[in-house]
């Protein structure tokens, strides 16, 4: 997608000349510099008679690939890629029962205005960049695939919070939506006010503020699968 937007883009306002000043800038502040960071940030693991920096900072990249590969275990709350994406399971972090019928329950899960709604904006998205041939729902798919398709060859044990990242693009995904309609600012408008709504009602459910348990069990469990009562 880079070098894409270097044809296109860069290199007719600039010329080719200024290509490899920008490469090496890029190699820098992309490969150079965060590959430094990363290293010296084992410095404050201990070390054993014998190794030394590099060492140490390899040995733990094979012990989490072999951690993560292994991982699989039964769990009541874990989920499938394909189960993240309508929110079918959310993770139940914490839950305490509290005097007077109240409750103390911290979910992961999303906002369903946005996890839901991204579904058919995707898939608008997914139209205009294949038949109407717009670059810049291009990019957005793309972005969006490129974060969920991994986990569909991934077998360990997986969590909807996994799923979070692409939360972030879905909401550009539905930004770029609107701009497709006739009225998109008073679409706009009116779905944020929605979602911000939203948001405040499941606030408790995510924050582990006290909330009765009458309200998050019947007006808040929109799933049967959703641990909220």
Known sequence: MFFLFLM???????????ILTLFGIC????????????VLSYLSYPMQPGEHLLKKMWDNQVLMLTYHESTVFDHPYSSEWYEWIWMKRPLLDAYTTLPDGKISVVATFGNPMIWW??????????YQWQVKKDERTGYLCICYLTMLVPWLFIHRTV????????????ILLLG????????????MTFYLVVTGIVFVCFYPVISGAP?????????????SSWPLS
């Open 8 to 18: 296109r883009e860069y290199i007719p306002a600039h010329g080719k000349r200024d």
């Open 27 to 38: 190699v820098a502040a992309y490969l150079c510099i965060p590959a430094v960071i990363y």
């Open 117 to 126: 709604a991204g579904i058919p904006a995707f898939f608008f998205n997914l």
């Open 159 to 170: 969590f909807i919070y996994q799923y979070f990242v692409c939360s972030i693009v879905l």
């Open 176 to 187: 770029n939506t609107c701009r497709f309609l006739k009225h998109a600012k008073k679409a």
């Open 211 to 223: 909330v009765d348990r009458s309200f998050s069990g019947q007006w808040l469990k929109w799933l």
